[in-house]
């Protein structure tokens, strides 16, 4: 007060931290080394744990079997699956070039199964906004990661591989919209847990060839629900799904291996207890 700083209006603790059902200590000898968790695992890996097993401001216990459970289940298995399998399937049937932009897709000739994994990320987007600002990071993670499990289930359900060896002309167009939302719903992923995982979220932006998007991301423009501009106009709304609009401008996404690559260098893929 003396200095003349205005005091805090809110302040936040962390809960009570357990590790392996038992209290931390120096007699027991189990002590958590923060620095050695994320050596090892990734501040991504141990921020989306944290988040999860723990929740913000509550008491927790630590896990290292339950972390490399719930990463490979979240960060692997569900958002690197769909940006593997989109990537992969637009690599070997479109030769890494989008077919149309997704502007061009348009909501009114969208079956129920897109239609369905279109209003999942919209409603979302929208939900875990609220989360956020209400510091339910937990709430907020878990949201936006059924958007990625809703978009694997709809890759599954189109089964796009079957449609492009098909001769039918409408089949293979299916396909090709199939794999434009899937990676355009991994996209929006990344925007939603970027609050969380930074790093595979500028990774994913990265293999979409936008990485200089990434840093100037903002909310508002890049999860609006209405026509909206933001980083030279990539951006637009969820109704139209037309994020990837200027994506047709660009002829190739080459960043596929460098994905996969740093997907597994960095423990973005399935992960292993340490020895």
């Known amino acids: 007060m003396s200095a003349g700083v205005e005091l805090p209006k809110k302040l936040f603790g962390h809960g009570f931290i357990t590790k392996e059902g038992l209290k931390m200590g120096k007699s027991l000898g189990n ?3 923060s620095k050695a968790l994320v050596g090892t ?12 097993a723990v929740g913000f401001a509550r008491d927790g216990d630590c896990s290292e079997k339950r972390l490399v459970d719930i990463v490979n289940a979240d960060l692997a298995y569900s958002v690197g699956n769909l940006l593997n399998r989109s990537l992969n399937l637009l690599r070997e049937n479109c030769d890494s070039t989008l077919p149309f932009s997704a502007a061009e897709i348009g909501a009114d000739s969208a079956d129920a199964e897109e239609s369905e994994m279109r209003e999942c990320a919209a409603r979302g987007a929208a939900d875990a906004r609220v989360a956020y600002e209400a510091l339910n990071f ?7 990661i059924s958007v990625s499990t809703k978009s694997n289930v709809y890759i ?54 936008i990485e200089e998007e990434f840093d100037d991301l903002k909310w508002d423009c890049a999860m609006t629900l209405k026509l909206a501009c933001c980083s030279r106009s990539l951006y637009l709304c969820f109704p139209e799904w037309n994020y990837l609009h200027q994506w047709s401008q660009s002829p190739r996404l080459s960043s596929f291996s460098y994905f996969i690559s740093f997907y597994k260098e960095h423990n973005f893929g399935k992960i292993g207890l340490q020895e």
């Open 31 to 33: 002590t958590l080394d």
């Open 156 to 209: 599954d359900s189109a089964a796009p591989w079957t449609a492009f060896k098909s001769g039918d002309v409408p089949q293979r167009r299916r396909a090709q919209r199939c794999i434009v939302n899937a990676l355009e719903a991994g996209r929006v992923v990344a925007v939603g847990l970027s609050p969380v995982t930074l790093s595979l979220s500028r990774t994913v932006y990265a293999a979409l060839g």
């Open 138 to 144: 937990m709430d907020a993670c878990e949201i936006i």
């Open 41 to 52: 695992y990734g501040a991504d890996a141990v921020r989306r744990y944290f988040l999860k």
